[in-house]
């Protein structure tokens, strides 16, 4: 297959905070953006005939509801699609690999039964059927109850960071499967020098969605922060050559949205050492940004994953 990539576009903070004059508009012209995106996977995936689309992307990618995103898309343009979560193979704490310091290494792609992925995914890839694990995050330990799969003819979009390892498909024909990585694509510069990059937006993503939605304090998402980059260059880097096709996961206006929140977060939340510095040297990236109000988000935007909380 072609691949189809998109290549990153460097956008002037200045000619954002002109569009940002009128919000409502550039809101609607970024999600009809992202929409025409989506639809677009859609029809490469159903132009391409495979039956296992595996979708992944780094932390705060956007890559869960853009998997949902593009099921519901392909439903819309006549293939019945269902989303599964690699999340739902995790093998439990108990099994967990641990780093060298003796800590969980939760982005081990040994953390999850690889054996079982192999098995649903070539039941799935051969017969459209296949009973699923259902694990219990409250308790970290598998569920009891499982979870029957009917692509009915369709598609199955498998999520989740470690979707492009190639030991995970490899009882499967290539000609099944069909790779897309979700990534932001666009950052910001004043003056032409790079002041924003697609990692800031991520961090800020997953930081404020991690306060509002987790109870997760900023301090504890950026302490694990270096770790979850370090796991992406590790196990997610390396497979993403071997995509077929790039969904974009960035809004523009999404750059003010963050700029309104970020003062909240200061307000609300005690940082101390390394994450002060850390946290503060990004805000500081977005001084010049002008912000936008959180109910320009409509109610079934994407960035609603990372924005929809209340701080």
């Given amino acids: 297959m072609i691949t189809i990539w998109v290549p990153k576009r460097l956008v002037e903070v200045g000619l ?23 639809a677009y996977a859609a029809q490469k995936v159903r132009e391409s005939g ?13 890559k869960t509801t853009s998997a949902h995103k593009l099921a519901a898309e392909l439903t819309k343009q006549g293939t019945p699609a269902q989303v599964v979560s690699l999340d739902n193979f995790f093998r439990g704490a108990e099994f967990y690999p641990k780093m060298p310091d003796g800590t969980l290494d939760y982005e081990n792609p040994d953390t999850l039964d690889l054996p079982l992925i192999r098995q649903c995914l070539r039941e799935l890839s051969e017969t459209g059927k296949s009973e699923l694990p259902v694990y219990d995050f409250s308790a970290e330990a598998r569920s009891s109850e499982t ?9 199955c979009i ?77 196990y997610i880097k390396g497979f993403k050559t071997t995509a077929d096709f790039l969904l974009d996961t960035s809004f523009t206006y999404e750059l003010g949205l963050i ?29 010049h940004v002008a912000p936008v109000d959180l109910s320009l988000l409509p109610a079934d935007s994407m960035l609603r994953e990372f924005y929809a909380g209340e701080l």
């Fill in 158 to 234: 498998v999520e989740g960071i470690h979707a492009f390892n190639p030991e995970l498909t490899s009882l499967v024909p290539a000609e099944n499967i069909y790779r897309v990585y979700a990534g932001l694509r666009e950052e910001y510069a004043i003056d032409g020098r790079r002041v924003i990059n697609t990692q800031d937006i991520r961090l800020c993503r997953r930081t404020l969605r991690d306060a509002a939605t987790r109870g997760r304090s900023p301090a504890k998402t950026l302490t694990m922060w270096e770790r979850v980059l370090d796991g992406e260059t590790r």
């Fill in 16 to 38: 954002y905070n002109v569009a940002a004059r009128s919000p409502e508009q550039l809101a609607e012209l970024c999600e009809e953006s992202y929409a025409r995106r989506v």
């Fill in 50 to 62: 495979s039956r296992i689309v595996m979708l992944t992307g780094p932390s705060a990618s956007g």
């Fill in 259 to 287: 700029a309104q929140l970020l003062r909240k977060v200061r307000q609300q939340f005690t940082l101390e050492g390394h994450n002060a510095e850390l946290w503060d040297e990004t805000a500081r990236r977005f001084e």
């Fill in 147 to 155: 979870e029957k799969v009917d692509l009915a003819g369709g598609v």
